[in-house]
């Protein structure tokens, strides 16, 4: 009951936050003299969702955006989790790749963009390897951190019980390495819109970042803030899905601890 109740006051805060940025979105509108095609009022965008609701044009490019966001995110996280844990056991193969990891997320993702669209065309897939790039370096640094935060004499219970290799990635490794590699999912899952809209803007005819390019072409700044909002509401939803994932993998963290 008691954590029902903080879930409704964290919830009752964020209503009366955003309320009150509404208002005075609103009032600094009515009483400007910029004109509404750039900076529209609240109510301008409120009936341009309501027509793009209508139309069904919002729905679809918002499924074409997350169907790119997950591939990505899907993507980022297998190739970072599997060369993550070679890296953190073997210093040797990090000495190698680690350099040319490195210098990858040196490049501006919007520099690779451009490169990705000409190599692999204007379809899904150069999204889809563009948001799983940027995905790619957080994740995989937090699973090094995490398997090498294990104690050693963890591993010297698990050698001494005689377990399989396997038992001790399943039985050890995996869950003390959780905490940490939750925490760059956390990171990954919003900069996996990122990067599937920055795919988008240099060459799409579908999706979020699309509806932003005719937005901003048409002067349509309403089309463009209905966009922006779907987005945030976007990563918002899948920041909040990593959250609610993280408090039931590790709960078991809360029982130990007497929480």
């Known amino acids: 009951m008691k954590e029902l109740w903080e879930i409704l006051k964290r919830i009752g805060f964020i209503l009366i936050s955003v309320l009150i940025g509404l208002w005075l979105w609103r009032i600094f509108t009515a009483y400007s003299d910029i004109p509404s095609f750039i900076f529209p009022a609240p109510d301008e965008v409120w009936l341009k969702f309501l027509s793009v609701i209508r139309d069904g044009s919002l729905f679809y ?7 790119e966001v997950l591939w990505g995110l899907f993507l980022g996280l297998g190739a970072a989790i599997l060369i993550g844990y070679f890296l953190a056991k073997s210093r040797l193969i990090e000495r190698v790749l680690s350099p040319y ?26 999204k889809i390897l563009t948001s799983a790039l940027i995905v790619f370096f957080p994740v995989l640094v937090n699973t090094i951190v995490g398997l090498r935060s ?19 990635i399943i039985k050890l490794e995996i ?3 959780m905490p940490v590699f939750l925490g760059g999912l956390r990171i990954g899952a ?16 579908k999706g979020l970042g699309f509806l932003v390019n005719v937005g901003r072409g048409l002067y349509d700044t309403s089309l463009v803030f209905v966009s922006v909002f779907t987005l945030v509401f976007l990563a ?24």
């Open 61 to 67: 490019h918002t499924m074409v955006t997350l169907q």
């Open 101 to 126: 990891i490195v210098a990858s997320q040196s490049i501006p993702i919007v520099a690779i963009a451009p490169l990705l669209v000409i190599w692999l065309g204007p379809g899904i897939f150069s």
């Open 150 to 168: 294990v104690p050693r004499e963890l591993y010297d219970l698990m050698k001494s019980l005689q377990a399989s290799p396997w038992q001790r």
């Open 175 to 177: 869950p003390a390495a």
């Open 190 to 205: 919003t900069l996996a819109v990122i990067g599937a809209v920055v795919g988008e803007f240099v060459g799409a005819d």
């Open 236 to 259: 918002l939803g899948l920041y909040g899905s990593v959250v609610f994932l993280e408090s039931r993998v590790l709960s078991w963290q809360k029982k130990n601890n007497g929480h």
